[in-house]
């Protein structure tokens, strides 16, 4: 289980930030919106940590997007 999200980590890539940016919506604003703290959505946008299925659902759904919009795997 370790491997697979370390290598899951350097695979998965977001645009969190410049969505949100976009959509003028703070850290703060987001993270009570999907249940996390701010210190979380931060740690996604700078891609220290990669989020559950789940929670990639919630942002997902706040920002009105699909999933794909917002993270997708390196290279792609």
């Known amino acids: 289980m370790v491997l697979c999200v370390k290598y899951a980590s350097r695979m998965l890539e977001n645009k969190l ?3 949100r940016l976009n959509k003028e919506i ?10 996390v703290s701010r210190q979380t ?3 996604i946008e700078t891609g220290k940590y990669v989020p559950s ?3 990639c659902l919630r942002i997902a759904k ?6 794909e919009d917002i ?3 390196k290279g792609r």
């Open 62 to 67: 706040c920002l009105n997007l699909k999933i």
């Open 53 to 55: 299925v789940e929670l």
């Open 26 to 35: 703070s850290q703060v604003a987001l993270a009570e919106a999907t249940g």
């Open 71 to 73: 993270f997708y795997l």
């Open 17 to 19: 930030k410049d969505i």
């Open 41 to 43: 959505i931060h740690s």
